[in-house]
């Protein structure tokens, strides 16, 4: 795991637009929507860069407006775009357009011939992958060829370059051509994983059933080395490592949305055991950024710098207790 301390990432997945109308509004009613950059693994790359990381994003955007402007929210986060490929065609960047409430709340997908499903073996090739200490991917880069097999790809070449590969399960099921396909392939992704970060459906889904979804965090978790962040929503989460299973809380807060929170949670958690922290408190750290995240508008301009990320940890009563 050496190489996380490097905090030099490379991303390999989606970057998209996220539209999302004032707080407590429903789409349906919605007379504006604020714009911003949405898709997990671009989410994760700015969260890192945001607290005193660096990252490369490895992706393909639509060649038009909409793929110039997730490029440019990616350098307004500090995000490079050295391996950002624009593709022509019918592909086109997803758009996701979601609500700042809890009650009701409403997420719109459009991931129909999506951009970053083009990504290609010869992208993942064109990375210089000297330049990083980690890999960093999420599920849904899998879901469709040819990116499956150019994500594979990357997976090799980060292990032959000696890097530790960070894979969140991030199951989105609108993506997959079918479930059979999504748990053989999920769980691959995972047998060939250093850190694997998930919730309990996730789990559950690679293993034929959520109450199997413990079973086999702990299953993934024999290997020797390997680090496995088991969530559980509200209860917290399990995190198995050299042989012990660390349980911690969360931090509760007035929840404005239930998105980003998890690629907050990987941009905290990764950036804190780069700085030296331990297992425990590094998941304490990212449980924290995604409180921060679900309390405001938007995923990207949620996350937090490290002042932010300090102050809401003094303030903060602290996480919940654990059983």
């Keep these: 795991m050496a190489g996380i301390k490097r905090n030099a990432f490379v991303v390999v997945g989606r970057v998209g637009m996220d539209l999302y109308p004032a707080p ?3 789409t349906e009613h919605a007379d504006s929507f604020t714009a911003d950059m949405g898709g997990s693994s671009a989410n994760i790359a700015a969260g890192i860069v945001k607290l005193g990381g660096t990252a490369s994003l490895v ?10 402007f997730c490029t440019n929210k990616l350098r307004h986060y500090g995000v490079d775009t050295s391996y950002v490929k624009s593709v022509g065609g019918e592909a086109r960047n997803s758009l996701a357009l979601y609500e700042s409430r809890i009650k009701d709340h409403q997420s719109v997908i459009y991931r129909n011939g999506a951009a970053d499903f ?5 992208d993942v090739e064109a990375v210089d992958y000297s330049r990083f200490g980690a890999l960093v991917t999420a599920g849904t880069v899998f879901a469709a ?3 499956r097999t150019a994500a594979f790809r990357a997976f090799a070449l980060a292990r032959a370059a000696g890097m530790p590969i960070i894979f969140d399960v991030d199951y989105r099921p609108y993506s997959w051509p079918s479930s059979q396909v999504a748990q053989e392939v999920l769980s691959k992704a995972g047998d060939l994983s250093d850190v694997i970060v998930g919730n309990d459906e996730e789990f559950g889904f690679m293993a034929g059933g959520i109450e199997n979804g413990m079973a086999k965090a702990r299953e993934l978790a024999a290997n020797s080395g390997r680090i496995v962040v088991y969530k559980m929503g509200e ?3 399990v995190t198995f490592s050299g042989g012990q299973e660390l349980r911690t809380g969360i931090y509760p807060v007035n929840a404005l949305k239930p998105t980003g929170a998890g690629d907050s949670f990987m941009a905290g958690f990764l950036t804190s055991l780069a700085a030296g922290d331990q297992i425990k408190s590094a998941v304490l750290r990212g449980s ?4 921060i995240v679900v309390a405001k508008p938007g995923c990207a301009p949620a996350m937090p710098y490290p002042v932010e990320l300090d102050t809401f940890l003094a303030d903060h009563p602290g996480p919940t207790d654990v059983a």
């Design 288 to 291: 924290a950024c995604a409180a």
């Design 235 to 237: 209860k917290g989460a």
């Design 59 to 68: 992706t393909c955007v639509s060649d038009d407006a909409v793929g110039r």
């Design 24 to 26: 407590g509004v429903a």
């Design 145 to 147: 060829e040819p990116s």
């Design 118 to 122: 083009e990504m290609t073996v010869a």
